[in-house]
């Protein structure tokens, strides 16, 4: 059973950064695309930050160049760097996991849809 487990969440004010982590375990297929989401509240979920199985990533354009996503393959844990946090970042972030088959190009949009999610950790950032 795939399970996703977020961590680093937490409260700074706005210029500050913070690392989140989701620690993956229970793949049973040797390749996945894993993103990051982001709800607050009141407001839709939306797509954050993705990176599939062949390294290549993709940003929501609220966050490119402030935020970076990364994966170390050999514990399956995908981390966001998040730098420059503003205040409208505040909101509880996702970790999401979907098996990618030969020739996908995942897209955030494609991983709002994913099958596996982790329970969420709450970024608050302070003006």
């Known amino acids: 059973q795939v399970r996703l487990v977020e961590s680093g969440g937490g409260s700074v004010q706005a210029g500050g950064a913070l690392r989140l982590s989701c620690a993956a375990s229970?793949?049973?297929?040797?390749?996945?695309?894993m993103a990051w989401f982001r709800q607050a509240p009141g407001k839709e979920r939306e797509g954050v930050a993705l990176i599939d199985d062949d390294g290549r990533v993709s940003y929501a354009d609220s966050v490119k160049g402030r935020f970076t996503v990364s994966k170390v393959n050999a514990n399956n844990t995908l981390l966001l760097d998040m730098n420059d946090l503003k205040p409208e970042d505040t909101a509880m972030y996702y970790c999401?996991?979907?098996?990618?088959?030969?020739?996908?190009?995942?897209?955030?949009?494609?991983?709002?849809?994913?099958?596996?999610w982790g329970q969420g950790t709450q970024v608050t950032v302070s003006s």
């Open positions: 999401a996991a979907q098996r990618q088959l030969p020739g996908d190009t995942p897209t955030l949009a494609a991983l709002a849809h994913a099958r596996h």
């Open positions: 229970g793949f049973v297929y040797t390749r996945y695309s």
